[in-house]
């Protein structure tokens, strides 16, 4: 699932994907946002993303259904 993760005074977007569920993230953040603590996101390389929740400006997530490769219509 592909999230893209805005902060506050800053122009640029942070995007990154993982094997999270929607459910699984969204009460992750809302946990983090009330009780104003670091939200950590780790992404399907391995990568990890620390953002203070005071800084989050918006969490868009994807969808979770898998990309389909190829040119033809299934």
Do not use: C, Q, W
Not at 35 to 46: C, H, I, Q, R
Request: aromatic share 4%.
């Amino acid at each position: 699932m592909e999230i893209k993760i805005g902060v506050k005074h800053s122009p640029r977007e942070i995007v990154l994907d993982t094997d999270e569920s929607a459910t699984e993230l969204a009460a992750r953040i809302d946990e983090s946002i009330r009780a104003e603590s670091l939200l950590t996101f780790t992404d399907n390389k391995g990568r990890k993303v620390l953002v203070p929740a005071p800084a989050l400006s918006y969490v868009e997530l994807g969808s979770e259904s898998a990309r389909r490769v190829g040119f033809g219509a299934i």
